[in-house]
């Protein structure tokens, strides 16, 4: 069975203080690995996506890559502006399969 | 134009009501999605239209019924909702890719809908 997993839930950090998210897969048939960022309330924002092991993207303080099993989502100096909820999903048959997202929360 | 809208922002109703969400997009995109999202959940897939037609259904309850009149919109109609339908409902829209699979979805703002 196909399974996307984000750890950690939550990550507080304070300005300036780069960290990683981690998003670990099984999935059969994959066609993508896609970021989004969502704020509280709004639709998902799309980031990134990833298409094959060793591939890499980056977006201002973010930097996604991407390994047979796992993807990191880099946040390089963050700022109070990059709090969100940040989602990973795969595209597997037609169909998006989200993890349950990693809480950020930058403080000044 | 990389932007998909839906209408409304809010909506209350209750459970003898009929009602419709709607989504617009105008990218050119022929894929379309309605996903169902409780609060700190990832989105959960409802209904895929690839070139208008129907072509995922992840076993929605009859209460819930897409429309897709054409390429730039989608509806869904709500009929005897219950309240633990409430939810923020998005709409999302992405390319068909060959073999029948997808590029990335950009998703709408999202209906926050309250059943009482």
């Known amino acids: 069975e196909d399974q996307v997993t984000q750890s950690p839930e939550a990550l507080r950090l304070q300005e300036g203080e780069s960290s990683s998210l981690n998003c670990s897969y099984t999935v059969s048939g994959l066609r993508g690995l896609f970021w989004y960022r969502q704020d509280p309330g709004k639709g998902p924002e799309f980031l990134f996506t990833l298409y094959s092991a060793g591939e890499e993207k980056e977006k201002e303080r973010l930097k996604a890559t991407l390994t047979k099993k796992e993807s990191f989502l880099h946040i390089t100096a963050p700022k109070p502006e990059d709090s969100a909820t940040y989602l990973c999903a795969v595209c597997s048959w037609g169909k998006l399969q989200f993890g349950a997202g990693t809480q950020v929360v930058v403080t000044p | 134009d990389t932007e998909v809208t839906q209408t409304p922002k809010h909506l209350v109703m209750g459970m003898t009501n009929k009602k419709s969400l709607k989504c617009e997009q105008h990218?050119?995109?022929?894929?379309m999605y309605w996903y169902k999202q409780k609060a700190k959940k990832p989105p959960e897939l409802m209904f895929v239209?690839?070139?208008?037609?129907?072509?995922i259904n992840e076993s929605v309850p009859s209460r819930f019924s897409p429309e897709c009149p054409n390429s730039s919109l989608l509806n869904l109609h709500l009929h005897a909702l219950q309240p633990e339908d409430s939810a923020l409902y998005l709409c999302?829209?992405?390319?068909?890719?060959?073999?029948?699979?997808?590029?990335?979805?950009?998703f709408g703002p999202g209906t926050r809908l309250t059943v009482l």
């Open positions: 239209y690839s070139y208008e037609k129907l072509s």
């Open positions: 999302a829209s992405s390319q068909v890719l060959a073999g029948s699979s997808y590029n990335e979805q950009f």
């Open positions: 990218m050119g995109h022929r894929a």
